[in-house]
């Protein structure tokens, strides 16, 4: 994924990209990510090495750091300016690269989100003027995930020849994600609230938020592992890995969809980012809810679903 992406921005004309620093920091990323995945290194070990692609990025990009939140508590709009920005920024765009870290925990399941998160960027950035940038990089990276996925999902016909994202690519993606994120939401170049970009990635905000409270109220490192993911959830439940990863994958396409419905109808970011915690508060409750759900279903359903 790391080689599509670097040859396909490489393609890219013009300097606009600024393709060699987002290849140097995905570059960075995916390095540590291999000796994670080789040598299982701390989290303090990651998360300068994260940080530092971080700051290499939002440098180049946001020279002079503004970062708006809009107006999510019907307040007025919330900005950030100088180091507070950059601060917040780093924050944002550490917690999404562990959060698809997170997601990472099933055969075709980070990649097959992040492709419903990419073509939502691009349908954004398409018809809100046409976003050089956010087009051309949300495209090289979705076309170097769908061509890793052939290798990837959880099917019959791909058993002989198989691939492991790991770290190293779900890092990655998370990191340009991010970096999408705030292009599309920021600055000259928004073309969408930054509370409704949320909706694009919800599931894996989702994700990252309850792991950290649920880690931390029962007095755990954020970063101890455990079998209470979402995926592990609907496994566990009786779907198979199978069935998750559709249930998964759909509902990161309603989300998605909600996002883009929300912002053609024009709702203010202060009825949408109530609604965007509500909805995350009823996905946390709905998947420890499943296993009485998936009971109804039927035996036959439920074995096909599991192999």
């Not at 290499?56 to 503004?66: D, E, K, M």
């Not at 170049?189 to 994700?207: D, F, K, N």
């Amino acid at each position: 994924m790391f080689l599509g992406l670097a040859v396909g921005l490489g393609l890219n004309p013009g300097g606009l990209l600024h393709a060699e620093t987002i290849i140097a920091a995905s570059g960075l990323l995916v390095v540590t990510g291999l000796l994670d995945d080789r040598f299982e290194l701390s989290p303090w070990l990651r998360l300068p090495a994260q940080a530092t692609a971080t700051v290499l990025v939002v440098a180049v990009f946001y020279p002079i750091p503004t970062l708006s939140f809009g107006n999510p508590l019907g307040t007025g709009e919330i900005v950030l300016h100088g180091f507070a920005a950059y601060g917040a920024m780093l924050f944002f765009v550490v917690g999404a690269i562990n959060a698809m870290n997170m997601l990472d925990g099933m055969d075709g399941l980070a990649g097959a989100v992040s492709l419903v998160a990419l073509a939502a960027i691009v349908a954004m950035s398409w018809t809100g003027g046409g976003l050089p940038f956010s087009v051309q990089v949300s495209l090289t990276l979705a076309g170097s995930v769908a061509a890793f996925l052939l290798f990837n999902l959880p099917t019959h016909r791909n058993r002989e020849l198989r691939c492991f994202m790991g770290d190293a690519g779900s890092m990655m993606i998370g990191f340009l994600l991010a970096l999408l994120c705030m292009r599309v939401s920021q600055g000259d170049t928004a073309v969408m609230a930054p509370v409704g970009v949320l909706w694009l990635v919800a599931l894996p905000i989702y994700e990252l938020l309850w792991t950290i409270i649920r880690r931390t109220s029962r007095r755990q490192s954020p970063f101890t592992a455990d079998r209470e993911h979402f995926h592990h959830l609907l496994i566990d439940a009786g779907l198979g890995v199978r069935g998750a990863f559709f249930m998964y994958v759909l509902l990161a396409l309603l989300l998605a969809g909600t996002g883009l419905a929300l912002h053609e109808l024009a709702w203010s970011d202060a009825v949408q980012f109530p609604l965007f915690v509500v909805t995350g508060v009823a996905v946390v409750m709905s998947m420890y809810r499943v296993a009485a759900l998936v009971e109804r279903f039927p035996a036959s359903w439920r074995r096909t679903s599991a192999r």
